[in-house]
C-alpha cells in the first residue's frame, strides 16, 4: 500500500510538474507557432501522467481502467488539437491555401 | 486537506491564469492555444477532484471533457483556418 | 485542515478565475475572440460547479459551454459576415472560387 501510494505521488508531482511547465511556456514563448510547442507536452506528457497516478492509486478495477481510457483519448485529442491549431494558424498567416487537403 | 486537494489548488492558481491570458490575446488563431491548454488542465482538474472528495462519479465529467474538448477545438480551427471569418484588424478599427 | 475548509478556500479561488475570464470576455470587442473566451469561460464553470458538489450542473454547462454556444457564435458570424467579407476581398475570393462549403 505505502509503495503504492509513493508511486502515485512520485507520478502526481511529475504530470502536475509537466502542466505547470507548459503553462509558463504558453505564457513565456512569444510566437504562436512557439506556443504550440507548449501545447503538446501537457496534453500527451501531463495529463496521463496525473490519470495514471489516480489510476496507480485506485488500484486494479473499473476505476483504474476509466482513468486509463481518459489518459488515451487526451492524448490523441490533444495530438490531434496541436496539429488542427497549426494548420489554422498557417492558413491565418496565408503560408497555405485555403482549399488545401486535410 | 490531502495530496489532491493540494494539486488541485496548485493547478488552478498557478496552471490557469496564463491559460485565461493566453486566451485573452491577440488574434482569434492565436488564442487557440490558451483554449486547448486550458481543456487539458481542466480535464486534470475534474479527475484529481473525483479522487480529492471521494466521489468516483466525478470522473465521469473527466471522460466527457475528454471527448469534447478537442471536439470544441477542432470546431474552431476548422472555421477559423477553413475560411477567414475573423475580419482582419484595419477594416474592423477602421468600421465604427 | 479538513476537506470542507480546502473547499471553501478551492471555491473562493475558482470565483476569482471566473470573474477574471469574464471580464475578460466582455472587454474583447470582436465576437470571434469572445467565443474562444466564452469557452475558457465555460471550462472555469464547469470547475465552479463541480466543487459546489453539483456534478449534473457540470455535465450540461460542460457541453453547452464547450462544444454548442462557440459553434452557435461562429455559425452565426460566418452567416453574418460572407456579404462584408466578400465585398471586401471579392477579386481573392472570386478567384478561388466562391463557395465551396
Redo the contacts between chains.
Keep these: 500500500m505505502a509503495v503504492r501510494h509513493v508511486c502515485a ?1 512520485v507520478l ?1 508531482v511529475a ?2 510538474g509537466v ?2 511547465v ?3 511556456g ?2 513565456a514563448l512569444p510566437r ?1 507557432y512557439q ?2 510547442h ?2 503538446t507536452p ?2 500527451t506528457v ?2 496521463p501522467l ?2 495514471l497516478a ?1 489510476a496507480v ?2 488500484g486494479p478495477g473499473r ?1 483504474a481502467v ?2 486509463v ?2 489518459a488515451v ?2 492524448a490523441f ?2 495530438a ?3 496539429m ?2 497549426g ?6 498567416e496565408h503560408l497555405l491555401r ?1 482549399d488545401s487537403p486535410q | ?5 493540494v ?18 490575446r ?26 480529492g ?1 471521494g ?34 484588424d484595419a ?2 478599427h477602421g468600421k465604427p | ?3 470542507a ?3 471553501e ?2 471555491i473562493a ?2 470565483l476569482v ?1 471566473v470573474a ?2 469574464a471580464t ?1 470576455a466582455a ?2 470587442r ?1 465576437p ?2 469572445q ?3 466564452l ?2 469561460l465555460g ?2 464553470l ?2 465552479l460547479f ?2 459546489l ?1 453539483a ?1 449534473d450542473v ?2 450540461s454547462q ?2 453547452v459551454g ?2 454548442v454556444t ?2 452557435l457564435i ?1 455559425l452565426t ?2 452567416k453574418v ?1 460572407r456579404p ?2 466578400s465585398r ?1 476581398d471579392g477579386v481573392e475570393r472570386g478567384q478561388e472560387g466562391g463557395d465551396e ?1
Excluded: Y
Excluded at chain 2, 8 to 22: D, H, R, S
Design positions: 505521488l502526481l504530470g502536475t502542466l505547470l507548459s503553462a509558463a504558453l505564457v504562436p506556443r504550440l507548449a501545447l501537457a496534453s501531463g495529463a496525473v490519470a489516480l492509486e485506485s476505476a476509466k482513468l481510457l481518459v483519448i487526451v485529442g490533444g490531434v488539437t496541436a488542427a491549431i494548420r489554422a494558424t498557417a492558413q491565418h485555403r | 486537506m490531502n495530496v489532491w486537494l494539486a488541485i489548488a496548485v493547478l488552478l492558481t498557478l496552471g490557469m491564469p496564463p491559460c485565461v491570458w493566453a486566451a485573452g491577440g488574434s482569434a488563431v492565436e488564442r487557440l492555444a490558451g483554449l486547448s491548454l486550458a481543456t487539458t488542465v481542466v480535464t486534470a482538474v475534474l479527475l484529481l477532484t473525483a479522487q472528495f466521489r468516483s462519479s466525478f470522473a465521469d465529467l473527466g471522460l466527457v471533457l475528454a471527448v469534447l474538448g478537442p471536439a470544441g477545438t477542432l470546431v474552431f480551427a476548422r472555421f477559423l483556418g477553413g475560411r477567414s471569418i475573423e475580419a482582419p477594416q474592423a | 485542515m479538513s476537506t475548509v480546502a473547499q478556500c478551492l479561488g475558482e478565475l477574471a475570464s475578460a472587454l474583447a470582436d470571434v475572440r467565443a474562444v473566451l469557452a475558457v471550462l472555469c464547469t470547475v463541480t466543487f458538489q456534478p457540470a455535465l460542460l457541453a464547450t462544444a462557440p459553434l461562429l458570424v460566418r459576415r462584408t467579407a471586401h462549403s
